[in-house]
């Protein structure tokens, strides 16, 4: 997993700390955490990307493309504030600061690679991560985040994913599949 991390100036990361302490005791006051979900790619006439947005306040925004399966759809939709809620609880900044950089990681062209961008004001977190199709990642390896997006499952093996951020991926799975199963 590589993470890129952008302001480490620690007034930006107490702002964010507050800003995610605040979704997880009162979301209906909270303005200033997102987290985006993006998976894409895939080969020539393969080509897929998801995109899930799920602000602090307002509509989620997803969206769908997937050549194989011909695909092209997007919509927006509530997030409860239960789901908001359990999101905060399982961000962990202090873990995601704990994180090492891994600036050598490199995917090939065409894999299926996801990011999760978690932002409150100027402090932005970014995990980027293989993904594997569901039929390719079996195993006894556990699964530390699954995206369905209806066509076909993607698994994030637990093995490449610090232990640390595992509550938070299996929380934003849990929220991105149910807002990508309440289509419009």
Known sequence: MRVVTESFHRPDVD?????VTRLADHPEDADDVTIDVRVS?????????????????????????????QVDEAFSTAVGADELRALARNLDVDALMALPPNAD??????????????A?????????????????AAGDDEMAMRIDPGNGPFVLRAAMA???????LVQVAAVVNRLAAARS
């Open 15 to 19: 702002r964010m700390k507050a800003a």
């Open 41 to 69: 790619g895939g080969g020539p006439g393969q080509r897929l990307r998801f995109e899930a947005s799920i602000p602090a306040r307002g509509a989620a925004q997803v969206s769908h493309l997937d050549d194989l399966h």
């Open 105 to 118: 990681e490199r995917y090939l062209p065409d894999s299926i690679v996801g990011t999760i961008v978690v």
């Open 120 to 136: 409150a004001g100027s402090t932005r977190f970014t995990l980027w991560f293989p993904l594997e199709e569901e039929a390719s």
């Open 162 to 168: 610090p232990s640390s951020v595992r509550p938070l």
